[in-house]
């Protein structure tokens, strides 16, 4: 009787053991090739990404990396299939990261600077080279204002009127020091413009970037343009800076000492 009962209980062990393992089998097998929401991998690190992608039984794949001005290397930016898709286990994500070292332009890709207007370049550089620009001087020149003149980058010149040093690597996320033009302090003679008439002491200041202030009239002045110049101030022969203002006395009368 007791061997009878042995056997029974073993046989009823055996068969909660089949039924056990057959409804984890079964568990395995439904849940096996169901599909579920991927996670969202970006801003994350790629070590900590692959190992817990590698725990859900996925594989991840760099498929490229981009240099972010600002950003450590390693960080994904984005992911394809994208957070929240239905995948299956064994299922590549592919993702693209930052790098981790600096990425460099040299100069020879960098836009004609020289003599080009300052704000325009500067959004250009920004916009297709992440490279930033900062005013350092002003110099005179002839042409137009706020025209670049020079470019330095990390104590150097590398643009001036003379050179260009294309072989120079320039960090993206860099700074680019430039000198632009003005249209004042250029050193010169003050002229002599004394027995002419206004217009034409009028035209001649304009040519040296002279600017003409308070005019001294004497009552007797009906057209101002053909009165005639007395005195001047500064004198003649004097050293004046571009952009400098000039006083004028003026008569109607061409005063004594002047030839017609």
């Known amino acids: 009787m007791k061997h009878i009962l042995k056997h029974a209980a073993l046989i009823a062990l055996a068969l909660l053991g089949f039924v056990l393992l057959t409804a984890l089998w079964l ?11 991927l996670d969202n991998y970006v ?12 725990k859900r039984s996925f594989t991840m794949v760099v498929l490229d ?14 992911q394809n299939p994208k957070a929240g898709s239905k995948v299956k286990e064994d299922r590549t994500i592919y993702v693209t990261i930052t790098k981790g070292e600096t990425e460099q332009v040299p100069v020879r890709r960098l836009p004609i600077l020289y003599g080009k207007d300052y704000e325009r370049k500067r959004k250009e550089l920004k916009q297709a080279f992440q490279i930033d620009t900062k005013v350092v001087d002003y110099a ?5 204002p706020n025209h670049i003149l020079e470019v330095r980058y990390e104590g150097q010149t590398i643009i001036d009127a003379k050179s260009r040093k294309d072989q120079v690597m320039v ?22 413009l004394t027995c002419k008439q206004y217009d034409e002491a009028a035209f001649q200041l304009q040519t040296l970037n002279l600017v003409i202030g308070e005019s001294v009239m004497g009552d007797e002045i009906r057209d101002k343009g053909s009165s005639f110049i007395w005195r001047q101030e500064p004198s003649a022969a004097r050293g004046v800076s571009m952009g400098d203002t000039i006083t004028l006395f003026l008569s109607a009368q061409l005063p004594e000492g002047c030839q017609n």
């Open 43 to 54: 801003d994350m690190s790629i070590t900590e990404a692959m190992e817990d992608a590698k």
């Open 27 to 37: 568990r395995w097998y439904t849940n096996h090739g169901q599909s579920i929401a």
């Open 140 to 144: 005179f020149d002839r042409g137009a």
């Open 65 to 78: 990396s981009v240099f972010m001005v600002g950003q450590p290397g390693g960080q994904i930016l984005n």
């Open 171 to 192: 960090d993206k996320g860099g700074t680019l020091e430039v000198v632009l033009s003005k249209t004042t302090g250029g050193q010169l003679t003050m002229p002599d």
